[in-house]
């Protein structure tokens, strides 16, 4: 782990796409002690016009030649799901550190597959389950932490949203392709929540649940519904549904004394209900969403802290959505 205890950290990026932008490029780049050097997409009209746009020096449309790459000290694979043991397998035998974008794989034996590669290596995998890292969750988990609701008995999540204008053109979307993303929205969105549960609740030993694919209009599912059981006896119970007539975010974390309200996506106020009263708290989130993720990835590489987001972590949240789909 030589090249991390430099005094900056030089990072590229396989897969400039969207997610990139605002979301986590800029965070890469802003982080003090990191650098973005270089960034990759097989579109090479795409890739130089990101790389001239965000300040950054080299572009490449071969993600061999951005790992290989001997100013590149670590890899951030950005790419949809499917590929994302391709590469990841190539950047632990190139012997650096690498975070991947959520979920870490379409399958649970695919991600025991990435995470033994960086075991063996000894290199550190992070994986861009960010909310982990926001203080709006930070605010739930200290909550909880704190006994506010008592013992926790249950956890509820519901998601809804109707069909977008994407999925009623017909246009293709990897989102809702059954060969990328089993679980359509389920597999991009449930996982961020669910993966949030599983942080501020603890482990899953048991899950289960339905899913369909009620409006036709694209392979994979649109409806799921589960539950599961957390190690601490801990029950949960989750719907998410992509053709409903409105948007719905809301999540209760139900306790012996009082409960938590809260959405995992939706701008809102976090919610304390307990024998004090009421009280609610809204606290912005970066502009860069994962700002404080990325900090957190600087940290654990200088061993300051131990990031919250790991291969082991993110391969657990794929075992329960596999469970919840029926795998």
Same mark, same amino acid.
């Given at each position: ?10 990072? =590229? ?11 986590? =490029? ?20 795409? @890739? ?35 590929? /994302?043991? $391709? ?58 932490? @704190? ?15 109707? @069909? ?19 679980? =359509? ?18 482990d899953i030993k048991q899950a289960s649940g339905f899913r369909a694919n ?23 119970? =989750?719907?998410?549904? !992509? ?21 995992? !996506? ?15 708290? !809204? ?9 404080? /993720?990325?900090? @957190?990835?600087?940290? /654990? ?5 131990? $990031? ?7 391969? /657990? ?11």
């Amino acid at each position: 782990m030589n090249k991390c205890q430099e005094k900056t950290i030089r990072w =590229g990026i396989i897969g400039c796409g969207n997610v990139t932008e605002v979301k986590s =490029g800029p965070a890469y780049q802003q982080n003090e002690g990191f650098e973005l050097v270089a960034v990759m997409r097989r579109d090479e009209e795409k @890739a130089r016009d990101y790389a001239e746009r965000h300040g950054v020096n080299k572009y490449y449309t071969d993600a061999d030649q951005l790992i290989g790459d001997d100013e590149v000290d670590a890899v951030y694979i950005a790419t949809p799901p499917d590929s /994302h043991k $391709h590469y990841a397998l190539k950047v632990a035998s190139a012997g650096k550190p690498c975070c991947i974008e959520k979920p870490l794989a379409p399958s649970h034996e695919e991600c025991k597959a990435i995470v033994a590669a960086f075991e063996q290596q000894q290199l550190p995998l992070f994986v861009a389950y960010y909310r982990r890292s926001l203080p709006r969750f930070q605010q739930v988990k200290a909550w909880l932490d @704190a006994g506010k609701i008592g013992d926790v008995r249950h956890v509820s999540w519901h998601l809804s949203k109707p @069909a977008n204008p994407l999925d009623l053109s017909g246009d293709y979307n990897w989102r809702t392709d059954a060969a990328i993303a089993t679980g =359509g929205y389920f597999d991009d969105l449930a996982s961020h929540g669910l993966d949030l549960l599983i942080y501020l609740l603890g482990d899953i030993k048991q899950a289960s649940g339905f899913r369909a694919n009620q409006q036709g209009l694209y392979t994979a599912s649109d409806a799921v519904s589960g539950c599961w059981l957390h190690q601490n006896g801990i029950t949960g119970s =989750g719907s998410w549904n !992509f053709g409903s007539a409105k948007r719905e975010d809301r999540v209760e974390i139900i306790g012996s004394q009082g409960k938590l309200v809260f959405s995992v !996506f939706d701008e809102a106020p976090v919610h304390l209900v307990n024998e004090d009263g009421e009280q609610s708290r !809204f606290i912005d989130n970066p502009k860069h969403i994962q700002q404080y /993720h990325v900090a @957190a990835i600087n940290k /654990h590489l200088r061993k300051q802290i131990s $990031h919250p987001s790991t291969g082991d972590t993110a391969a /657990h949240t794929s075992w329960v959505m596999e469970r919840i789909l029926g795998g």
